[in-house]
């Protein structure tokens, strides 16, 4: 099919209409920290579920090799579109492990609060794979992706396919996990309005090893489960505690925790009706909280 300026798409390499992604925001429903490693990285084992929601990603490719990104979005404005942003960051791994001399023009609306434990950096760098090589058409194999993933942050491997996974190590031992309950459950999201250090929560981990984490059903995520990083977390923000002692309260509600190092934390319900009135309780006691209504995503 001739391309506008005469040339053929196959020649040039360009998708004539911009690509989407949706960035996902990942749910810790449960994080247990068995230990340091000998490599500076704690052992963490944690159950990943990923909200239907999250950031977008838009991008086209472009043909002189440049990544340009914009940023917009309700938090648009707590990021820099430079080097060090992880979108371009993704980018340009990929596009050197690939030699890829196109470029591509991405565009990054900020839905979900920065530096807030639902992933939301590591969310859009592998979102940005993704997009990636739907522009660019090219095929990579998936433990090479999970390597480049891994090299951008310990979250991003498992934030490429984005469905519920347990997830070992640093990041890198990931499983597919089905749990009777979750898929598709009501899900909401808050945070408070404060962001949080996640190398500042681990340093206040107690070094602690309260032992292996259950994912068989939702009844052993609740009641035998823990986000080991919560009380570090607490120290350093109480407000978190504000947050989960309101969720707490809601009617129908099968589970409310932090996630990952915080600030945000998720309750699960058992019903639409019940996530409706949660949230409207939350924003009309804490108009300035951040608030998502969702549910977890299916595979």
Excluded at 139 to 155: F, N, T, V
Excluded at 188 to 197: D, E, F, K, R, Y
Aim: hydrophobic share 50%; charged share 20%.
């Amino acid at each position: 099919m001739p391309h506008p300026d005469g040339k053929m798409d196959a020649q040039i390499g360009l998708v004539d209409a911009p690509v989407t992604e949706i960035a996902y925001a990942k749910v810790n429903v449960a994080l247990h920290v068995r230990a340091r490693r000998d490599d500076g990285y704690h052992a963490l084992e944690s159950l990943f579920v990923f909200a239907e929601h999250g950031d977008r990603l838009q991008g086209q490719a472009t043909d002189d090799g440049a990544i340009d990104l914009a940023i917009d979005g309700p938090f648009g404005a707590a990021l820099g579109a430079d080097a060090d942003n992880l979108v371009v960051r993704a980018a340009r791994a990929l596009q050197a492990y690939l030699g890829e001399q196109r470029g591509a023009a991405i565009r990054l609306t900020k839905y979900l609060p920065v530096a807030s434990g639902i992933g939301g950096g590591s969310a859009d760098a592998a979102a940005t794979l993704r997009l990636l090589a739907q522009l660019w058409d090219v095929r990579i194999e998936a433990g090479e992706l999970a390597g480049l993933a891994l090299d951008l942050g310990s979250d991003v491997p498992a934030c490429v396919a984005s469905v519920t996974q347990m997830v070992g190590g640093r990041g890198e031992r990931l499983a597919r996990h089905a749990v009777d309950g979750l898929e598709g459950c009501p899900m909401l999201l808050v945070n408070p309005g404060v962001g949080v250090s996640t190398a500042q929560i681990f340093a206040g981990w107690d070094r602690v090893d309260r032992g292996p984490l259950d994912g068989s059903s939702l009844e052993a995520l609740r009641d035998g489960a823990r986000n080991d990083l919560e009380a570090p977390a607490l120290a350093i923000a109480p407000v978190i505690g504000d947050v989960l002692a309101m969720l707490a309260v809601q009617e129908d509600l099968l589970l409310a925790r932090m996630s990952g190092s915080g600030a945000t934390c998720f309750a699960l319900f058992r019903s639409d009706r019940a996530l409706a009135a949660a949230a409207q309780a939350v924003r009309q006691a804490n108009p300035g909280w951040w608030v998502m209504e969702t549910r977890i995503r299916s595979a």
